[in-house]
């Protein structure tokens, strides 16, 4: 109906235009042969002719593009084809299959008496069905499946009442759009009356809507699995000590910052008694999930190890539950140290972590003693009691005990140069070491902030910072 009363308008624009063409050309002709190419007393005609010829064909060409936007309305908006137009419209605001289904409900089915049925191919599920015999019928579902299958690419096709294909929308009773593995069909007893330009207006909303809602869905799963790894972040900060303890002698100052929501690094702070506090500073290797799981595991086994100044037994302990969670490339290295503030000496276990040292004054300033490494990595490669050395070292009031992940030292510039390579590193620590624990650590923090130039970190930062006062 739409493109018979367009063409019908377009042919008796064209008419009514020529009429008057030929009407103007006629009377402006001049009286003078044409073969008198020697004067020029037919230019005028000619010109004028041409622009008038021009004018008519502009005013043609908006008298259809008008009259088709007429048509168009008149037709998308009144009889049968209105009910489908006010469809599309409503599904331009469909974002999720419940708004589908509602719009499918409330215009489809209430007011145009259609039954719909919508079914994912690729999956063999039934996505949407009209809640009536037909659609619900195991025999229609079965035939639908078995003539159009989801590798089934025509996009928009008419079916009969026996369910097959017809060309002719005169015999149709129903439809179907293909699209992506989709089917959405249409059934009806009046299809024939819908204009045709109806179907692909139809069709490419329909292809609009699943765009969006995957869009929507692909962003939900997104916040639900952002919440879930924030969960899993907050489990994981609550490993580590909510606050540092206030210690008899020993002053505290902590950093904890994780590339991503979850992180391979961690620390703690475990008072033995008046006198005797553990410390402990690690690294997983990787990121992640797995790392997560690896630090929890470790923070947990040392937090129940009843003689927690068994620092051997401590390290074995780890390294077999590590080797029992079966991760295969999972391990840590670790500082674990117990400091003793009544004898004046910190005993540790230094399992290849590369960064623990001492700060301690002297006559010419201050000086930096490595509390050098004397264990493998924990959890990866076979380890016997007799592989983990306990080493000592002599404390004095106002030694500062620094113990810091990879990710501080290996921060690289634009130059691509490791902090922990340069002289400013050695320099800022000296500088700062005079500081409370808690401003001390700021200063690095702020050094390895500045050093980065304020581009993306490539790892965890993670500081524990003890001081001896006496």
């Known amino acids: 109906m739409y493109k018979a009363q367009r063409r019908a308008a377009l042919i008796s624009i064209n008419v009514l235009a020529a009429l008057i ?23 005028f005609p000619i010109v004028v002719t ?33 009910l489908f137009t006010k469809f599309i419209e409503r599904l331009r605001f469909c974002y999720s299959l419940e708004d589908f289904t509602s719009a499918v409900s409330e215009i489809l089915e209430l007011e145009a008496d259609c039954s719909v049925l919508y079914v994912d191919r690729s999956a063999n599920y039934v996505l949407y069905n009209s809640p009536n015999k037909f659609t619900n019928s195991p025999e229609i579902l079965t035939k639908l499946s078995d003539n159009y299958g989801v590798d089934w690419h025509d996009p928009i096709n008419f079916l009969s009442d026996s ?31 819908f204009d045709s330009e109806i179907y692909d207006k139809l069709y490419e909303e329909f292809v609009r809507f699943q765009n969006r809602s995957r869009i929507i869905s692909s962003l939900s799963e997104i916040s639900e699995l952002s919440t879930e790894w924030q969960q899993l972040a907050d489990a994981q900060r609550s490993f580590l000590p909510k606050k540092l303890p206030e210690l ?13 929501n979850v992180s391979g690094d961690y620390y703690s702070v475990l008072p033995i008694d008046e006198n005797k506090t553990l410390l402990m500073l690690g690294d997983v290797s990787g990121k992640g ?31 077999a539950a590590i080797k029992g969670m079966h991760l295969q490339d999972k391990y840590t290295v670790l500082f674990i140290g117990i ?35 004397n264990c493998s990595v924990v959890g990866i490669i076979p380890i016997e009691p007799g592989d983990v050395q306990v080493s000592e070292q002599r404390l004095f009031s106002g030694d500062l005990i620094m113990m810091a992940s990879d990710g501080v030292s290996e921060v690289m510039n634009e130059d ?9 590193f050695t320099d800022t620590i000296k500088a700062s070491a005079a ?18 130039a304020d581009t993306r970190l490539h790892d965890d930062l993670t500081m524990l910072v003890a001081k001896v006062e006496r």
Do not use: C, W
């Open 416 to 424: 691509k140069v490791e902090l922990g390579d340069t002289e400013l």
């Open 435 to 452: 500081k409370e624990p808690q401003e001390f650590v700021n200063d690095i923090v702020n050094l390895v902030m500045s050093y980065n």
């Open 50 to 82: 041409s622009l008038v010829f021009a004018v008519l064909l502009f005013a043609s060409i908006t008298a259809f593009f008008n009259a088709r936007t007429k048509i168009e309305n008149h037709v998308m908006e009144n009889g049968a084809t209105a």
């Open 248 to 260: 008899k002698n020993l002053k505290l100052g902590a950093y904890f910052r994780p590339l991503i």
């Open 289 to 319: 999930l797995a790392a997560a799981l690896v630090m929890g595991l470790v923070m947990n086994t040392v937090k129940i190890k009843e003689n927690k100044e068994d620092l051997v037994g401590m390290i074995i302990a780890v390294d």
């Open 163 to 193: 369910l097959g294909l017809v060309t002719r929308r005169r015999k149709a009773r129903g439809f179907f759009f293909a699209s992506d593995g989709e089917h959405l069909y249409i059934f009806n007893r009046y299809t024939y009356l």
């Open 21 to 43: 063409f030929i009407l103007i050309a006629v009377n402006l002709a001049p009286q003078t042969k044409l073969t008198d190419y020697k004067t020029y007393s037919n230019v």
């Open 339 to 373: 400091v003793d503030t009544e004898k004046m000496k910190i005993t540790y276990v230094n399992a290849s972590m590369s960064d623990p040292i001492i700060v301690t004054r002297s006559p010419e300033g201050y000086r930096i003693k490595s509390l050098s490494s």
